[in-house]
Every structure is written in C-alpha cells, then in structure tokens.
C-alpha cells in the first residue's frame, strides 16, 4: 500500500508541473505562504495578501490546485479551515486515484448532469451535484445534498462557471 501514493505521484507529474508553473509560482513571491504538509505530496499554501490582480482573482477561493497543494484564503475560522482542508485533500487523493482523467472526468460529469437537470426539468445543480464533489463534502462531514432553496447562486442557477 505503501508504494502506491509515490506511484501516483509519478503519474500525476505532467498534471502537477503545470499546476505549479500556473497557480502556485505566480503567487509565491509575496502573496503565498507555505503552511506544511497535510499528507504524502500535498502541501497547503494560504494566501495572505492580494497585491496581485492575481492574486485578486483567487482571494475567495479554497481549493486544491492540482494534485498536490491545498490553497486557501487568509483568514478562515478554525471550523471552516477543517472543513475545507479535508474537502481538498479529498479532491487530491481523487487526482491521485483517477490520475490526468479526473480533469476531464470532472468537466463530463458537471456538463452531464446539467444537460439532464434542463431536459428533465430536475432539481440537478451541475457543481453541487457531481459525483467528485459530493465525494469530497461527504469525506469532509459537510452535507453532501444541498437543497434547492440552498444553491449558493439562487434557485435556477444550474450551471455557476458564468
């Protein structure tokens, strides 16, 4: 069992290069902090400032950044930091299991299940719903169905990328 984490990755070393190079180098230098290890290959960075317009663009975000790093923003309570590193770290442990597919295997499932939710006039949220991120909220403690009256972009917002 061992063996298996470092031959992830191996192979998840294309996929992490990249997410390195595009999210992690750019804020490095004045708007990043490394806070340590959350386990084998996954690092946790927070992001302490916003002098960037990069760093702008994610400064309400959390999320894991390929394989092998968690991001998050300065300032989270304690509850919310705990939720939402084991919800990252659960996405990363997917990118190690599904590999350079989770990528696309994540777009197909959304585009899937927003394609339904709008032919069957079902109450199918593409984010909220898919199969990776229930995964991640249930891994996490958090409630893995959120109800209509719930979704975060309002009642007929099914697809929340634009």
């Known amino acids: 069992m061992w063996l298996f984490k470092p031959l992830g990755f191996v192979w998840l070393l294309p996929v992490t290069i990249l997410f390195w190079l595009f999210y992690v180098l750019p804020l490095w230098y004045r708007d990043f902090r490394f806070c340590g290890f959350v386990s084998f290959g996954v690092a946790r960075f927070e992001l302490v400032s916003n002098r960037s317009w990069y760093a702008r663009l994610w400064r309400d975000w959390a999320g894991s950044a390929g394989p092998c790093c968690i991001m998050h923003r300065r300032g989270l309570t304690a509850h919310d930091l705990r939720f939402t590193l084991k919800h990252e770290h659960r996405h990363c442990m997917q990118q190690y299991c599904f ?10 499932c959304s585009a899937a299940i927003w394609v339904y939710s709008w032919a069957a006039d079902d109450d199918f949220h593409a984010y909220l719903d898919n199969p990776f991120e229930r995964d991640a909220r249930g891994a996490a403690g958090q409630p893995v169905y959120i109800p209509r009256r719930l979704w975060p972009h309002g009642r007929n917002d099914r697809w929340p990328w634009w």
């Open 99 to 108: 590999g350079p597919l989770f990528y696309p295997l994540y777009v197909l």
